[in-house]
């Protein structure tokens, strides 16, 4: 079992819709929790950034996280085609460098 | 403007050739890193460096080496001892971790290898 799972997608949405990206992990030591929005031929571009439980809002982006579950969710309000991009998540434990992404939801806002 | 640059933007690698990679960063961040990419693999941590003149394995170090002279610069050689090295690399930096929190991670725009 990978450390953190992601739904590859494709996901197609109209424009102005509401986006809920979502990511599980198994490790119940990650207490840092990000997300990644990555354009084509780029590399990633930091979105939220949040730790341990609860919400965060950032404009049009909520991330969410449920230590609990084990999940974490990322809600896009109001989609536009410029959202269009690979949105990975990404986690790490107090005191570590290092991070375990998911392998990235492709996100396609259409016109 | 800070940030984190990768050149080449595009290499090619012939048999037996080593290649050698560039991240260099004015972010004044003390610890680098260097990711492959696959579709449908997500990042691959490939080796990381938290200070100059030290340099950790990451999970696929195997084939690559890397080392860091430099606080801004962490180059990334790919040898011939890596059989599969087409791949999109990125590099990335962040602030030193202190104790109880952990540091989000800011990266560059990418080197796509392939082989010739």
């Known amino acids: 079992q990978k450390e953190v799972e992601q739904d590859p997608g494709p996901l197609s949405v109209p424009e102005g819709a509401i986006v809920s990206l979502n990511c599980t992990y198994s490790?119940?030591?990650?207490?840092?929790f990000m997300w990644y929005r990555q354009y084509s031929r780029k590399g990633p571009e930091l979105l939220m950034y949040t730790y341990s439980s609860g919400n965060k809002e950032d404009g049009r982006f909520t991330a969410q996280v449920d230590k609990s579950s084990k999940y974490i969710s990322l809600f896009i309000r109001d989609s536009q085609p410029s959202d269009s991009a690979t949105y990975l998540c990404?986690?790490?434990?107090?005191?570590?460098?290092?991070?375990?992404f998911g392998t990235g939801t492709r996100l396609t806002v259409i016109p | 403007d800070g940030g984190i640059t990768q050149s080449p933007k595009y290499l090619f690698r012939k048999e037996g050739q080593n290649v050698t990679l560039s991240c260099e960063q004015n972010?004044?961040?003390?610890?680098m890193y260097w990711y492959r990419q696959d579709p449908g693999q997500g990042l691959r941590l490939i080796y990381y460096?938290?200070?100059?003149?030290?340099?950790q394995k990451g999970d696929i170090a195997e084939g690559y080496s890397v080392s860091r002279e430099k606080k801004e610069s962490f180059p990334l050689t790919v040898t011939s001892a890596q059989k599969n090295p087409t791949a999109f690399y990125l590099c990335?930096?962040?602030?030193?971790?202190?104790?109880?929190?952990?540091?989000?991670?800011?990266f560059g725009d990418g080197t796509r290898l392939s082989i010739l």
């Open positions: 490790n119940s030591a990650f207490q840092y």
């Open positions: 990404a986690m790490s434990g107090i005191g570590a460098n290092n991070l375990f």
């Open positions: 460096s938290q200070i100059v003149n030290d340099f």
């Open positions: 990335a930096s962040s602030m030193m971790t202190g104790s109880g929190n952990s540091q989000p991670q800011h």
């Open positions: 972010l004044n961040h003390d610890a």
